[in-house]
């Protein structure tokens, strides 16, 4: 390895190779380098310091990687013990659930929380998209902007009416599906071209617990 003028290579491995050939040159052959005895001699002490630093260096890395892995089998098993106390606490009915908290242990529920009926309304959005068809966007009056049903929620009662005046009671409507996605698509018979079709919608849950109606929403049913 050759070097420019006043420097040194900038590796750390080719440093010490570069050291070492240079040591060796100056001790085998002083009187080609006329360097003085003391300097070649710090040299030489300087480079065995070095070695050993590295070598040093090497084993409190491998050390420290040794025993960053004798940790980590040592917390696998801490976890995995733990995980199996905890279980076996949280299903012993004779520990209080305030022995419990104590711990830091959260007690199992023993009783499902209970799904309230549905709230709020839903909020029906007509398209003609088609000859006798309507596809009918479904929402909940409190998150207009948003397809998703209410908590709780299993799906949505839609109800039809063809009228040209919209019923104001129920009972004057048709079940036409439970709808469980939206949008929705309503097809028509030829003889109901032209006419309004009303909708009817309300939310029903699990339980078969019925919201609010919603407010009647129409379209006229597209003849061509």
């Not at 080609?32 to 300097?39: D, G, P, Q, S, W």
């Not at 696998?76 to 009915?93: F, K, N, S």
């Not at 022995?99 to 709230?119: C, D, N």
Request: aromatic share 6%; proline share 7%.
């Amino acid at each position: 390895m050759v070097l420019k003028t006043g420097t040194v290579p900038g590796s750390q491995a080719d440093f010490e190779l570069f050291v070492q050939n240079l040591v060796k040159q100056l001790q085998d052959h002083p009187d080609a380098y006329h360097v003085n005895a003391a300097f070649v001699t710090q040299l030489a002490n300087g480079f065995a310091d070095l070695r050993a630093g590295i070598l040093q260096a090497t084993e409190a890395r491998d050390a420290a990687r040794a025993a960053t892995e004798a940790k980590d089998a040592v917390r696998a098993t801490l976890e995995e013990l733990t995980r199996t106390i905890v279980r076996l606490i949280q299903a012993d009915p004779s520990v209080t659930d305030e022995a419990k908290l104590e711990a830091g242990i959260r007690p199992h529920k023993t009783s499902r929380t209970p799904v309230p009926p549905p709230h709020t309304a839903p909020v029906g959005n007509v398209m003609a998209t088609d000859r006798l068809e309507h596809t009918l966007y479904i929402s909940d009056a409190a998150t207009p902007t948003r397809r998703a049903r209410p908590a709780g929620v299993s799906g949505c009662e839609l109800y039809l009416c063809v009228a040209d005046q919209a019923p104001t009671d129920p009972a004057m409507y048709r079940l036409l599906r439970f709808a469980t996605r939206t949008p929705e698509t309503i097809t028509f018979d030829a003889a109901d071209g032209g006419k309004t079709a009303n909708y009817l919608l309300r939310w029903m849950n699990g339980k078969g617990e019925f919201g609010p109606w919603s407010q009647v929403v129409s379209a006229t049913i597209p003849a061509v």
